[in-house]
T-cell receptor, first 114, second 110 residues
Framework: DAGVTQSPTHLIKTRGQQVTLRCSPKSGHDTVSWYQQALGQGPQFIFQYYEEEERQRGNFPDRFSGHQFPNYSSELNVNALLLGDSALYLC?????????????FGPGTRLTVL | GEDVEQSLFLSVREGDSSVINCTYTDSSSTYLYWYKQEPGAGLQLLTYIFSNMDMKQDQRLTVLLNKKDKHLSLRIADTQTGDSAIYFCAEDGSSYKLIFGSGTRLLVRP
């Protein structure tokens, strides 16, 4: 079992550009959540996808959007990048059995915006 | 509101016990979690406790929960240098998301 995988590992972009990050959930999982972890901070919830729809969203602007595919993998898109978007982006997967499903985290994608 | 607070830093000597503390605000949380993050890595779930429990022990780890005071602690017995990392507590609140503290950096001195 490969666990949760994310790509790319690292990414450098410039302000105003757009970026797409990818996540493959742990085998058997159907729910994907995305978190942003700024340097020195704890992860902040961006949104969660289940059954190919955004089920819950955190306090992030519309520049942050996502998608879940029929195979449960997911993408996080960020438009009009700002310097403040530089962070580690973590994907977590779980099996939807209730609101307290255990979430397994991937290694993250480190995004640097110059 | 949603807020999870942790002390920033803890330094212990190898072989001693470490105690990392956390306070949370959402009394409707079902589970409370402890995650470990090593440099450059994602989050590893260490242990969790159901909100109607007071204590949970898992090998070297002991979690204590005081629901009245909304206080959670993680005790690591016989702390090793490999335990040096950042430790996050998290609550699941009343929603699907996890709410994390800012993390406690544990440094284990040889």
């Amino acid at each position: 079992d490969a666990g949760v995988t994310q790509s790319p590992t690292h990414l450098i972009k410039t302000r105003g550009q757009q970026v797409t990050l990818r996540c493959s959930p742990k085998s058997g999982h159907d729910t994907v959540s995305w978190y942003q972890q700024a340097l020195g901070q704890g992860p902040q919830f961006i949104f969660q996808y289940y059954e190919e729809e955004e089920r819950q969203r955190g306090n992030f602007p519309d520049r942050f959007s996502g998608h879940q595919f029929p195979n449960y993998s997911s993408e996080l898109n960020v438009n009009a990048l700002l310097l403040g978007d530089s962070a580690l982006y973590l994907c977590a997967s779980s099996l939807n059995q209730g609101a307290d499903d255990e979430q397994f985290f991937g290694p993250g994608t480190r995004l640097t915006v110059l | 509101g949603e807020d999870v607070e942790q002390s920033l830093f803890l330094s212990v000597r190898e072989g001693d016990s470490s105690v990392i503390n956390c306070t949370y605000t959402d009394s409707s949380s079902t589970y409370l979690y402890w995650y470990k993050q090593e440099p450059g890595a994602g989050l590893q779930l260490l242990t969790y406790i159901f909100s109607n429990m007071d204590m949970k022990q898992d090998q070297r780890l002991t979690v204590l929960l005081n629901k009245k005071d909304k206080h959670l602690s993680l005790r690591i017995a016989d702390t090793q240098t490999g335990d040096s990392a950042i430790y996050f507590c998290a609550e699941d609140g009343s929603s699907y998301k996890l709410i994390f503290g800012s993390g406690t950096r544990l440094l284990v001195r040889p």
